[in-house]
Structures are given as C-alpha cells and as structure tokens.
C-alpha cells in the first residue's frame, strides 16, 4: 500500500532554515508528481510546492516563493522541502501528498518559527 513519511520538522528561530523529507513507498514513485502541503492552526490546508515526476518543473505558492526549494531523488524514492528564511507565518503542519488512484497523505511533520 501508498506510505509517506515525513521527518526533518522541528522548532527553528525565524530567519533559520530546515530540510524536509519524505520517504515514499507502495508505488512507483519515478511516475508521479509530488507535493508538499502544509496546514496552520485554524486554518486549511495550502498547497506549499509541487514538482513533476522527473523533477524537471516545479511551482510553488506565492508566500514561499524565493524561500523554498522542493527536490526529488527518484533513486531514493524521496521528495524534499528545504526551507530558508524561515518566519513565524511558516509555523504549521507540512504534508507529503502524492495523487494516484486516489489522494494519499503523509502524517505530517510540525514546523515550528518562534523565537
């Protein structure tokens, strides 16, 4: 069956940065896109950075545009998220999410911005 994992979140003070990962299993990881989500308290989930099978087109949301780098290594079946110039906006749950059959999603990694 689909697995996402994700690691690599954390408390960082703002300006700092972190790398996500996402360790992905159950399919055929070199034929999909991938996407990183992420999810604020009381807010909804927001598309953070997308990236093509092959990793050779990536978009990003407007608010991390600059700031955030997603990578793939097909070899590794790993989709990551290096996160720069981190601020307290940033703070929220960060989700793996892959579209096959159906929606699949990690169980997220907390990343927290605070000083």
């Known amino acids: 069956q689909v697995q996402l994992v994700e690691s690599g979140g954390g408390l960082v003070q703002p300006g700092g940065s972190l790398r996500l990962s996402c360790a992905a299993s159950?399919?055929?990881?070199?034929?999909?896109?991938m996407n990183w989500y992420r999810q604020a308290p009381g807010k909804g989930r927001e598309l953070v950075a997308a990236i093509t099978s092959t990793g050779g087109s990536t978009d990003y949301a407007d608010s991390v545009k600059g700031r955030f780098t997603i990578s793939r290594d097909n070899a590794k079946n790993t989709v990551y998220l290096q996160m720069n110039s981190l601020k307290p906006e940033d703070t929220a749950v960060y989700y793996c999410n892959v579209i096959s059959a159906r929606a699949y999603w990690g169980q997220g990694t907390q990343v927290t911005v605070s000083s």
């Open positions: 159950g399919f055929t990881f070199s034929r999909f896109s």
